[in-house]
């Protein structure tokens, strides 16, 4: 391992990367395989990098934990996500690591995240050493995919995103690594603190912001093989059957049950041997072996016999199935019809049925659950305050792999409304469990690029695609179809309270059903040792649900963790929310966020505090935002940002 090394930028700027390298003298040179991301590889992130460079580097093949400007011990400064700057710098590093006497000119490029996300923005780049890239819980589209939207509304990962990457921006580097200068590079940091939540929140449709860096719009552009993966619990998952449909490079993709991370060690388990799955990729395209990888089905899904919350903190029941080819000439749409409160296999006669001016939502809070509290809880309390439609129960097993899709004939008596449907699986006992959902800002109707307001009482044909996802329905358990005019603390509430009537008789709901073939492929990845789950670093989330108010209050407790090898220690807790609106009233919807985070060894103690809040009235946000930071005690900036910005249908 070779604590850090400093790459040049053209610019003057230099990326600091942490390298694991064979040992033996007889597997160099070596392919080298990236990781970018702005998350701190030398204190707060170190463990994944030495778990990951430990089990490649073991195996032949060598890591580079690489950070982006302005952050861990890079210098310049960083003020945004997926920067153009970002993308270019990443295509020089690659091409500086093929250079190194010590590897063989092949490089790839994996990365969960942020480091999903960049694999792929490089990717787009075509570098000529760039050989092959795994991006993992990432999306191919930012406005429609990622944090800060949901369907058009703003998203309340938006806001905790928001935050949590206040406190990325300002973290300083490391003055056993950067020297005298940290200091001065700290506090150029502090200087070009942006308004970040502010800034999200101007972008409010998929414009030139969103677009730079949402490689779908060019698919071509990435020339090297993929093998895109993602969970069933993380919410990046639409990007997995768009990339291995649309690619015309060698592609494979993993659809597996664990939340936002790896595949190993994964949350809910089942975990993967994935190092093993990682090697097999990576010799095969940078070394040129013959691992057999190729030859294997395209996708590969984990098919689960119960949602997350029902099990947890269990893994999930169920097995893998497997996909030749996507799309799947196996999977076909069965359609159900909406009427009189059921799903039938045919039309129903006309009817009306109307329903909004309720919150519902307070089931599925969290747009990409980071720990079991967060998982969506049962549904019925939801179901009770929306328009519901069940199947009959099933005789059978109904297992459906793909994008279910809600097409209805709606009015709205408001300009701006949402509608939302949640397809959830209601088990023989009743109990209602989440299985995938949708939502749109129906001034989108016609796409996200020029909302366009509704006509009260003038009819829209509207088709609302679901999340991707996998699910077996089990014997005697019927699938439900939960529609509302939103989703809160989800997104963002409209501005005025809006009733929907949906005509039923011009409305369905398309399920992709798998039917199960005699024989599934093996699965050739061995399961992973199961985890041991520790509660005491889940948060808490209290939900108040009164005629006066509906508040939720998110905390996470406060963690230390002490790095011996380089005596550091790093403690922080959030992001921390509260959520307030009262029923009836959207435009008392209040969101505040904080986190914090500190850095410290004898000498040297680093704090920053974060916090962004957002309120609205019918025309414009107000956002206040804070980045406070502290060294040894005393205060070295207090960055303050407030903002008003105007509500375009959103």
């Known amino acids: 391992m070779i604590e850090n090394s400093f790459i040049p930028m053209p610019d003057g700027v230099k990326l600091a990367v942490q390298l694991w390298l064979p ?11 990236i990781e970018y991301i702005p998350y701190r590889k030398r204190d707060r992130y170190r463990a994944y990098g030495m778990y990951w460079g430990r089990a490649l ?17 890079s210098t310049g400064v960083l003020t945004d996500e997926y920067l153009p700057i970002e993308h270019r710098d990443a295509a020089v590093a690659i091409a500086w690591l093929a250079a190194q006497p010590w590897c ?24 000529p050493a760039l050989k092959a890239i795994m991006p993992m819980c990432a999306s191919d589209m930012r406005y429609t995919d990622d944090a800060h939207y949901i369907g058009g509304a703003f998203a309340l990962t938006g806001l905790k995103w928001a935050t949590s990457m206040k406190a990325v921006m300002a973290a300083p580097p490391d003055p056993l690594i950067t020297g005298e200068a940290w200091r001065a590079e700290w506090q150029k940091r502090l200087d070009a603190t942006p308004s970040i939540a502010a800034r999200w929140l101007s972008h409010q449709t998929d414009d030139a912001y969103w677009r730079q ?19 069933l619990v993380d919410s990046y998952g639409n990007q997995i059957p768009r990339l291995l449909a649309n690619l015309e490079v060698p592609r494979k993709g993993l659809y597996g049950p664990w939340r936002h991370g790896y595949p190993a060690p994964a949350s809910p388990g089942p ?3 994935w190092a093993w799955e990682e090697l097999r990729w990576w010799r095969h395209w940078l070394v040129g072996e013959a691992t057999g990888i190729m030859e294997e089905p395209m996708l590969r899904a984990y098919m689960p016999d119960a949602t997350a919350t029902q099990v947890s903190p269990r893994p999930i029941p169920g097995r893998w199935v497997a996909e030749a080819v996507w799309p799947s000439p196996g999977v076909a749409n069965r359609v159900f019809h909406l ?27 969290e747009w990409v659950p980071f720990a079991p509290t967060e998982l969506p809880r049962e549904q019925s309390a939801d179901d009770a305050r929306s328009l519901v439609f069940d199947s009959v129960p099933f005789a059978e097993p109904l297992e459906i792999l ?11 008596d408001a300009a701006v409304a949402h509608l939302a449907v949640r397809l959830c699986e209601v088990t023989p006992d009743g109990k ?31 088709e609302i695609p679901l999340n991707f996802t996998a699910h077996r329905f089990g014997p005697g358990s019927r699938v439900r179809a939960a529609l509302s005019e939103s989703l809160w603390p989800l997104v963002w509430p409209a501005p005025q309270p809006a009733t929907l009537s949906v005509d039923l008789g011009a409305s369905r709901l398309d399920l992709p059903v798998r039917p199960r073939p005699r024989v599934e492929a093996p699965m050739p990845i061995a399961l992973a040792s199961p985890s041991t789950p520790d509660p005491s670093g889940w948060p808490t989330m209290e939900i108040a649900d009164t005629a006066a108010e509906v508040r939720v209050v998110e905390t996470w407790p406060s963690s230390s963790a002490t790095i011996d090898d380089i005596g550091e220690t790093v403690s922080g807790s959030g992001p921390n929310v509260r959520l307030a609106m009262t029923p009836g009233d959207p435009l008392s919807c209040a969101w505040s966020a904080a986190q914090s985070v500190r850095y410290r060894r004898p000498g040297w103690d680093v704090s920053i505090e974060a916090s962004v809040s957002i309120t609205a009235t019918a025309e414009v946000y107000h956002v206040e935002e804070r980045t406070l930071a502290r060294l040894n005690g005393d205060t070295v900036a207090d960055v303050k940002h407030a903002a008003v910005i105007d509500r375009r249908l959103c």
């Open 339 to 365: 009427g009189g409160g059921t799903l039938h296999d045919g039309p129903r006669p006309p009817e009306t049925a109307d329903f909004g001016d309720r919150i519902v939502g307070l089931g599925k809070v």
């Open 402 to 412: 793909g994008a279910p899709r809600l097409h209805v004939h709606v009015t709205s």
């Open 57 to 73: 580097a073991s195996r032949g093949v060598a890591y580079a934990r690489l950070e982006t400007r302005g952050s861990g011990d």
């Open 213 to 231: 860096g949402s490689v779908a719009l060019d698919w071509a552009a990435i020339r090297c093989p993929v093998y895109v993966v993602g969970g």
């Open 104 to 127: 063989n000119g092949a490089v790839g490029m994996r990365g969960v995240s942020w480091g999903g996300f960049s694999t792929l923005q490089a990717a787009a780049l075509a570098p």
């Open 23 to 33: 040992a033996d003298p007889g597997r160099r040179p070596a392919p080298v395989v």
């Open 432 to 462: 209602s469990w989440l299985v995938t959902y949708g939502l749109l800002n129906l001034t989108h109707r016609d796409g996200h690029e020029h909302p366009a307001a509704l006509a009260p009482g003038h009819a829209y044909d509207v």
């Open 271 to 273: 975990g993967l041997d």
